[in-house]
Each structure stands twice: as structure tokens, then as C-alpha cells.
């Protein structure tokens, strides 16, 4: 509807076009659409953030656990290769330069990286490649007082015997 404006000292006939009124629900709908997500997306960020944030707490109060989580799945990497020793956790190292133990006949083809498991009670060692998911040695561990003594006593009876 045409109506009368006055401007400086003319007097001008101005006309509105007036916005549909299905038009403007067009446009209130994308914009509270637009604004759910905006929110969504702000509350999925916070949520996020806090997951690591707690994670990294977890972390700096104990070190360790992320250890244990590495030897979990390593043990479990292995036993699916191989059985290993029941109710045992092993001791875990990583080969970080392989020519310092090139000289050693277990490490011969081992690689950086690779993990070598030690049980202990057990007397085994397995050296293990996690990037092929493949077993590379498998020998027994002879600790220095225990097997010097149990040999020791072996060389000693075998002498007796040999002597009489």
C-alpha cells in the first residue's frame, strides 16, 4: 500500500514490498536450525576437550598406567602367536639402536623398535616385532647367581662320575 513520506521539502510516494509471511518462517526456521547446530557443536567441543583433559590427568598422576596398558596388549599381541607363561607379567624392552646388540646371538635380527618380553620366572625371552605382528626369537633366559650355581653343581657331579 503506496503511502505518503515527506522528505527534506518534497513530498514522495514510497511503496513497501513487505517480506511473504512464508518467507519469513523460511528464514526463522534456517536461522534456528543454524543455531542448534552452532550449540551442538559448542557443547560436542567442551565435551571432547573434557574426555582428554581427564585422560591427561589420569596420566600425570600415574605414568604407569600407560605402561601396563602397553604390556597388555602386547601380551595379548603374542599369545595370540604363540602360549605363553600363565599368571606371569613380563619385562618389557624396546630395541632403540639394534648395533649395540647385533653382537648378542638372540638380537641378530633385531630392528629398532622391536619389544623384547622377558619372563623372569619362566627363564623366556621372545623378541617381538609389533610392526610385522611377528614373534623373531624365542630362547630361554639363564640368570647369572641361580644357573652359575645350578652349573656349577652339574660340572662338579659329571667330574665325580668321570673320576671314579
Known sequence: MPRLVKESS???????TPIAAPQKKKMR????V????????????YGTAF???KN?????????VEDQEESRRLVNEVGKL???????TPTIATVSNKDEVKTQEFFKQAENGDKLLAF???????????SEKRIIEVAPIFLNDDDKEKQSESSKDTAKT???
Open 29 to 32: 526456521k534456517w536461522k534456528v
Open 82 to 88: 604363540m602360549r605363553l607363561p600363565d599368571n606371569e
Open 10 to 16: 518534497a513530498l514522495v510516494f514510497q511503496t513497501e
Open 162 to 164: 668321570t673320576s671314579e
Open 56 to 64: 591427561y590427568q589420569i596420566l600425570k598422576k600415574n605414568p604407569v
Open 120 to 130: 623372569v620366572k619362566s627363564k623366556k625371552a621372545i623378541l617381538y616385532r609389533p
Open 51 to 53: 574426555y582428554f583433559y
Open 34 to 45: 543454524a543455531g542448534f547446530f552452532v550449540f551442538f557443536f559448542i557443547i560436542a567441543g
